[in-house]
């Protein structure tokens, strides 16, 4: 009892201390609903990687040229079945939400040819999101991705706000209402 009465007594100094955040979470709690009750955010912003990865055209850069927006980052791979479930669900929130502002990345980890990822993109109907790679896996390592789908949610600073394991419905109103809420 001892124990459980010092946790409230910390949590109710930490949600005091943080309160607009505090405030800014128990608002972002009431609009997961459906899939995104499996998105954990953050209380802080974590760091991100400065790893590089692959374009389409084979060069290499970092998330780095995404800073000054908000990006919602997925791993995928071109043997995954979530993922080609899930990857028209992102396409139709780049769409819904892509600006200056935001951007939906994607990102395929490991051994996935760039043929293969065109003709994933192709056989599914996707042709509004990047097919960057990551095929020695570093980035998606040092983010700690190990199992995919993943995706990671970034502030305009590129720290890392929140994330999702697994196959989720980004083109639902839950999600739409919860990437505003993160975005504004």
């Keep these: 009892?001892?124990?459980?009465?010092?946790?409230?007594?910390?949590?109710?100094?930490?949600?005091?201390?943080?309160?607009?955040?505090?405030?800014?979470?128990?608002?972002?709690?009431?609009?997961?609903?459906?899939?995104?009750?499996?998105?954990?955010?953050?209380?802080?912003?974590?760091?991100?990687?400065?790893?590089?990865?692959?374009?389409?055209?084979?060069?290499?850069?970092?998330?780095?040229?995404?800073?000054?927006?908000f990006v919602v980052l997925n791993f995928w791979a071109t043997w995954c079945a979530p993922c080609r479930v899930e990857m028209p669900h992102l396409s139709a929130l780049q769409e819904a939400v892509g600006s200056d502002d935001i951007q939906v990345v994607t990102v395929a980890t490991g051994r996935n040819a760039p043929a293969a990822m065109a003709m994933f993109f192709d056989e599914i109907g996707v042709d509004n999101l990047p097919l960057h790679r990551d095929p020695r896996q570093a980035l998606a390592r040092d983010m700690g991705v190990l199992g995919l789908p993943v995706t990671v949610i970034l502030n305009r600073e590129g720290q890392e706000i929140a994330r999702l394991q697994g196959e989720a419905d980004w083109a639902d109103e839950n999600a739409l209402a919860v990437v505003n809420a993160l975005v504004e």
Aim: proline share 3%; hydrophobic share 45%; aromatic share 8%.
């Design 1 to 69: 009892m001892r124990t459980f009465a010092l946790a409230a007594l910390y949590t109710a100094l930490t949600l005091g201390a943080n309160a607009g955040a505090a405030q800014d979470l128990a608002a972002l709690s009431e609009l997961r609903a459906g899939d995104m009750r499996k998105l954990n955010v953050y209380s802080e912003p974590g760091r991100s990687s400065d790893t590089p990865f692959l374009t389409a055209d084979g060069s290499e850069m970092t998330l780095a040229a995404y800073e000054g927006q």
